[in-house]
């Protein structure tokens, strides 16, 4: 037997929300808890109600629904509720998300509820190659957090965790493996230069020499240089050549 979701609504809209929670009660094994109709009032019910998904509108008066989901600790499952292009949906679709176009269609909320439930849903979205521009949504520490790819200045690696420096300072570890990070990245803008960092090659001011025919990279906004062994020396030389 399926586990019965609790879920919130947040659209700043009352017929949205109306029309949205009258499709959800034909769905069993989700169960409207509240709703909400801004930012301020949402981050209450999520704390008061603690959801397992929201259904979140983007576009709100005020903050919108990334700053509701930069101002929570919790980490609920999250449906974007839309009415972006399909040009600006690539923003949702490169992280394990789902998002549904306004007016919501019966069967695709039903496509998005049988996600809600599986384990290795969109488990495809994880694997697509970055695009430089692209944003993604990422449980940064205990919050959740949109970052800006071309933002990232290095990735290295701590256990089975990754610790991300942005153009605005350190941001925390993401539980990511290198592997992944590598294969995601567009590779015309990062490198990998050690076994445990990855760096940003927009970001690179100088490389020096260091001993045991290493090198040393500093980036730009970054205090300590990143250490590049010599096995990884030559694949930057041969993306700046």
């Known amino acids: 037997m399926k586990k019965v979701l609790s879920a919130l609504v947040i659209d700043d809209e009352r017929l949205a929300r109306k029309g949205l929670i009258e499709l959800l009660k034909v769905h069993k094994d989700i169960e ?4 909400a109709d801004d930012v301020p009032s949402a981050i209450e019910s999520i ?34 509720v839309t009415a972006f292009d399909e040009f600006a ?36 979205d994880y694997l697509r190659i970055l695009d430089y521009g692209d944003r993604l949504f990422l449980q940064v520490d205990s919050r959740i957090r949109f970052v800006k790819v071309n933002s990232i200045v290095t990735i290295v690696a701590q256990g089975d965790y ?55 990279i500093q980036l730009r906004g970054v205090s300590e240089p990143v250490e590049m062994s010599r096995r990884y020396a030559s694949r930057l030389r041969d993306q700046f050549g």
């Open 32 to 35: 409207v808890v509240g709703e």
């Open 89 to 124: 949906i690539r923003a949702f679709e490169v992280n394990a998300l789902d998002y549904l176009m306004k007016p919501v269609s019966a069967v695709r909320l039903a496509q998005t509820v049988q996600r809600l439930h599986s384990k290795s849903a969109r488990k495809a």
């Open 162 to 216: 990754s610790h991300i420096t942005t153009t605005e300072g350190p941001l925390g570890l993401v539980l990511k493996s290198m592997k992944e990070w590598e294969y995601r990245l567009p590779t015309q803008h990062f490198i990998r230069v050690h076994r445990s960092a990855i760096v940003n090659i927009d970001c690179i001011e100088k490389v020096d020499k260091w001993f045991n025919n290493s090198f040393r």
């Open 47 to 80: 704390s008061l109600i603690q959801p397992d998904v929201i259904f979140l509108d983007i576009q709100m008066p005020g903050l919108d629904g990334f700053a509701l989901l930069e101002r929570i600790d919790e980490n609920p499952k999250v449906v974007f």
